[in-house]
């Protein structure tokens, strides 16, 4: 996100509302990547594959 941005967030919610919110927006771009993952091997989740 862009520094104007975080720093409202910061401002209006401390450090700690601060950390939830990314912390939020980490679990859904892990969350994102592992269903493009699983996706990509046809619904089938392999924990070793061919690169």
Known sequence: MCIPLSAVILD???TRGFVLIFGG???IALGAFTMARWA???YRWKWKDAI
Do not use: D, E, K
Request: aromatic share 12%; hydrophobic share 55%; no cysteine.
């Open 12 to 14: 209006s919610l401390g």
């Open 25 to 27: 927006v980490l679990w």
């Open 40 to 42: 990509i091997q046809g």
